[in-house]
C-alpha cells in the first residue's frame, strides 16, 4: 500500500476499454501464467510511494532524501503541503512528482449529503489539481465517494459525479487527469462499475488508478 508505478501510459490512465480489457485479461493471465510472462512485452516500471506512508520523520526535503536513498524514483504528494517546499525537494533530489494524492477526500467526500461539506470537497479537488500542475505530475488521485448511513449507493453516485464534472474544466485546463481509485468505501466495488463511473463523468481525463491490494476487501 502506497507504493506507485509512475509509467504514465499504462498504470495511471485508464479509460472505460483499457480498464475492463486489463482487469478482465488479469483472470486469463492467472489461467495461463507461463505463456503469458514469456510473450508480455518488457516495461520499464518505476516506483514512487505515497507521501503519507513514509515512515522516517523530517522535513519534506529529508523524507525525500530518504526515498531516493533507498531506490524510489518517484512520489505521490499530498494535496495541500506546502508547494514551494515540495518543488524545491523534487527538484534537490530528482524525485518525480508519480501524481498527487486528494487530502480531504475522506474526510469531506463529494458525496456527503450536505452542500457545505460537498464544496470543501470540491474545494480540495481543485487545490489539488492545482498541486500537481505545479509538481509536474499527471494526475490526481480521487475517492469520490463513499456509502454509508447518510448517503447511499445512488446518492454517492450522483453526488460525486456531479462534483467532478464541476471539476472538468479547471482538469483540462492543466492537462491533469482525475483518476478514481478502488478503496474500502463500499463504492465501484468492481471493474464494470467503476468503468459505468468514468463513463458517466463523461471526459477522457476521468480515469482509474486501480489500487491491486484493495480489491482484497471485495
Known sequence: EGVRDIERPFDCLMNRRS???VT????ATAAFLPYA???????NLRKAIMYSTIGVKGSVLEKFRVMKEAGFEGVEPMGAMDRDEVVAALKETGLQAASVC?????????????EATRKLGFDGLVHSLHDAHAYGATSVLLVPGQVKPDASYEQAWDRSVAEIKKAIPLAAELNIEILIENVWNDFLTDAKETARF???CGSPLVGAHFDIGNTVRY
Open 198 to 200: 468514468i463513463d458517466a
Open 37 to 43: 510472462r514469456a510473450a508480455a512485452p518488457a516495461r
Open 102 to 114: 486528494d487530502h480531504i477526500h475522506w474526510v469531506k467526500p463529494l458525496s456527503a449529503p450536505d
Open 24 to 27: 478482465a485479461g488479469a483472470a
Open 19 to 21: 480498464f475492463l480489457k
